[in-house]
């Protein structure tokens, strides 16, 4: 008879073991950021505002828009080759018949450099150009050596692709017609925050 009442109350005490050992789901793992392989092609683009400005008696700084375009291949975990053209715009002023786009342009060769998975920085070489298009007599265009130096950041890293945050600065030296001889070269430069994507 104890027998029977032993194995009775085990069998009710079952149903709540049971219910202890449920396990719940495990939350999903954390996206750990990490450096990408090599021999991946890298393309992207960026977007954002910025000024330009020249080192020269009466020059001064003006707004613009900035855009920039770049491509290439990872060479290596932490550096990646790239191509990149970059443009920064601003509308000339509609008055005293003056009216059009002023444009720094620059086209260079470089590398990107990642520090940390999240941190890059950026150095090309190659030429820039002032361009002004418009109704005045300064219209056309000039050409120099062009230098760019950029740092930026990627908040949102993914394994294949990423959101970047960055600043951008750029600088060409071009010929001063008007300057007196032997100071014939003028440094335009500009500097510009951006938002970008790129698939890597």
């Not at 996206?31 to 020059?59: H, N, Q, S, T, W």
């Not at 990642?114 to 300064?138: F, T």
Request: aromatic share 8%; net charge negative.
């Amino acid at each position: 008879m104890s027998r029977l009442v032993l194995l009775a109350l085990l069998g009710a005490a079952a149903p709540a073991d049971a219910q202890e050992l449920v396990h719940e789901p495990e939350p999903p793992p954390v996206y750990v950021a990490e450096l990408r392989a090599p021999a991946r092609a890298v393309l992207g683009l960026d977007f954002g505002i910025g000024m330009l400005d020249a080192l020269c008696d009466g020059c001064y700084a003006e707004g613009g828009l900035s855009l920039d375009l770049f491509g290439g291949v990872q060479v290596a975990r932490r550096v990646a080759l790239l191509a990149d053209a970059w443009g920064l715009l601003h509308l000339v002023a509609t008055d005293d018949d003056q009216s059009g786009i002023a444009a720094l342009a620059l086209a260079t060769a470089g590398a990107r450099v990642w520090i940390i998975p999240r941190l890059w920085l950026q150095a090309g070489v190659g030429a820039g150009a002032l361009l002004i298009a418009g109704s005045g007599a300064d219209d056309g265009a000039d050409f120099g050596p062009g230098l760019l130096l950029a740092v930026g950041g990627e908040p949102g890293h993914k394994r294949w692709s990423g959101i970047d945050l960055s600043l951008r600065i750029g600088a060409t030296w071009l010929t001063d017609a008007s300057a007196s001889e032997g100071d014939d070269r003028v440094l335009f430069y500009g500097v510009a925050a951006v938002v970008g994507y790129h698939w890597n």
